[in-house]
C-alpha cells in the first residue's frame, strides 16, 4: 500500500514558506515557487516534500 502524499492548502503552503496566500498565487501564474498541483475544478494543493525541496533549493529553511 502506498502513503498519501501530504497535500497543503495553499494558506498552510504560504505559511510554511513565509509568503502570502496572494503571492504563492501570483507565482503559480508565472510559474515559478513551489509546483501546486489542481485536485478538483478549482482546488489547488501543494505537496509538503516538493514545497519543502523548493525551500532548500532556493536557500530558505522550512518554517
Do not use: C, F, H
Amino acid at each position: 500500500m502506498t502513503s498519501q502524499p501530504d497535500l497543503l492548502k495553499p494558506p498552510e503552503a504560504a505559511q510554511l514558506v513565509r509568503m502570502s496566500v496572494e503571492t504563492l498565487k501570483r507565482w503559480r501564474r508565472q510559474g515559478i515557487g513551489p509546483q501546486s498541483t489542481r485536485v478538483g475544478p478549482r482546488a489547488i494543493r501543494y505537496d509538503r516534500g516538493e514545497v519543502e525541496r523548493w525551500l532548500r533549493s532556493n536557500g530558505r529553511p522550512a518554517a
